[in-house]
């Protein structure tokens, strides 16, 4: 599975991809596509575990927005003034890391 180049890397990948998958890709394929085969190359063993991915929600945060209750994100005793901008320093790196390093050693050196 790894000794597949890119190319043949990805098409086999997108034959696995659930058709609801593939149907969310259409309006920005390209973006998702490098972001979402970074992900399974880094998570899977065998194709068939999309599936399993997908069905477990692995893929919900590219496609829908989350739902975040802004009192769960305060950490013990920090204000919410200290955590919005620890926040906004973290959006801030993570959005300097470029498209092809974006992968979670790179995320994690980078924060």
Known sequence: MLKLDDDKYRAKVFEFLPEELKEKFSGELEKT???IFKIIKERISKFSEIDEMHEIGEFNYLFDKPEIKKEKMIF???TCESTKNILKELKEKIEEID???FVAEKIKEKI
Do not use: F, Y
């Open 33 to 35: 596509e490098k972001i």
């Open 76 to 78: 013990k005793d920090a």
């Open 99 to 101: 498209e092809e390093d």
